[in-house]
């Protein structure tokens, strides 16, 4: 097979983070694939200078990576289509709201042959499902810091990336609410109930197993002590502003995905008339749109059926 040519669709945190991954792996490995990696980039202006310029010339994403060298191949192009063309791997790591665009400019103008991994933590973007495809795709992200299972039950693989960022924001209320750590676990433990039980009903024949991966209680954990969501959330309760206030001033241009995902649970959750089978979910869902006020969080965590 000729060298793979890869294209890393964003370049946020994660995007910069994967693109220092792939980039790396790209260079080492030019039997599978080809050293120079595209990268789209939605541009901005940073101190009077395009981000594209500033990342092909100094090789570090300043806004949304700094200090971390990418590799000088991995090039950053600020058109979509131009980034992907001839790619055979599209590597999407992208906040979710975007996707959709995105995909629309990218209509018609891929190679057929083209396969799509995602990075994204959403509900609804269906990739490749092929294991032994997986297995190949491992060497693009695989290294010695950073492994990689391949595990065939990518639904709630996908899935508990999304869920997990609900339960990191509920995480932050009550930290900013002031309550300790056994309140946290309590969190965390009823998100993770409330996890596996959305999974079974929504997405049926998900595997238990999969929940112990790190893409579940591992990654549900970090989120839940170290997360942006979690550090938003707290700051939602302390200082009174909105969320989408809170965002502009303390992520400079990164996006939240925890109110936004639980607003998509809730209209799933609706339309199945379940809102009260999931308290945690949904508390989360109201606080963030002025439903409910922040101190409700702690009276759902009590009132949880699974602590009846
Ligand atoms: N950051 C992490 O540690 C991490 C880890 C795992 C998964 N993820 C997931 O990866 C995905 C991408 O997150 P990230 O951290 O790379 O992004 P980010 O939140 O750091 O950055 C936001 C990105 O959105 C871009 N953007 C802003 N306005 C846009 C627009 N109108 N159209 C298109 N793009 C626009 C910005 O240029 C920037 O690249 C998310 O789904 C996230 O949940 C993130």
New binding site residues.
């Given amino acids: 097979m000729a060298p793979q040519k890869i294209c890393i669709v964003?370049?946020?945190?994660?995007?910069?983070?994967i693109a220092k991954i792939v980039g790396n792996n790209a260079l080492a490995k030019p039997d599978q694939f080809d050293p120079d990696v595209s990268m789209w980039?939605?541009e901005?202006q940073i101190n009077g200078h395009k981000l594209t310029h500033i990342i092909n010339t100094q090789h570090e994403n300043v806004k949304?990576l700094k200090g971390i060298k990418l590799p000088d191949r991995v090039v950053a192009i600020p058109d979509v289509v131009d980034a992907s063309r001839g790619a055979d791997i599209l590597v999407f790591?992208?906040?979710?709201q975007?996707v959709h665009?995105?995909c629309e400019k990218l209509k018609g103008n891929i190679k057929p042959t083209a396969v799509a991994v995602t990075?994204?933590?959403?509900l609804k973007i269906p990739c490749c499902k092929d294991t032994q495809l997986g297995q190949h795709l491992k060497a693009v992200f695989q290294t010695s810091y950073f492994r990689i299972v391949v595990v065939e039950d990518e639904t709630t693989v996908e899935v508990c990336?999304a869920l997990k960022?609900i339960v990191a924001t509920a995480a932050g209320f009550t930290d900013g609410l002031g309550y300790g750590d056994n309140t946290k676990a309590a969190v965390i433990r009823l998100g993770l109930m409330e996890m596996i039980k959305f999974c079974e009903i929504f997405y049926p024949g998900s595997s238990l197993s999969t929940f112990f991966e790190s893409c579940g209680i591992a990654d549900l954990i970090t989120t839940c002590y170290g997360?942006?969501n979690r550090r938003v959330a707290e700051a939602f309760v302390k200082t009174g502003k909105s969320i989408e206030q809170l965002e502009k001033e303390m992520?400079d241009?990164?996006?939240l995905?925890g109110p936004p995902t639980a607003f998509e649970v809730n209209y799933m959750l609706k339309a199945r008339d379940m809102e009260e089978r999931f308290p945690l979910f949904t508390a989360v869902h109201r606080i963030c749109t002025g439903v409910i006020p922040v101190q409700e969080m702690v009276q759902c965590l009590k009132n949880h059926p699974e602590h009846m």
Avoid: D, M
Avoid at 10 to 17: C, F, I, M, Y
Avoid at 119 to 122: E, F, N, S, Y
């Fill in positions: 964003g370049s946020g945190n994660w995007g910069s983070a980039v939605f901005e949304y790591v992208l906040p979710h975007f665009g995105v990075l994204i933590k959403t990336g960022n997360g942006r992520l241009g990164q996006k995905q």
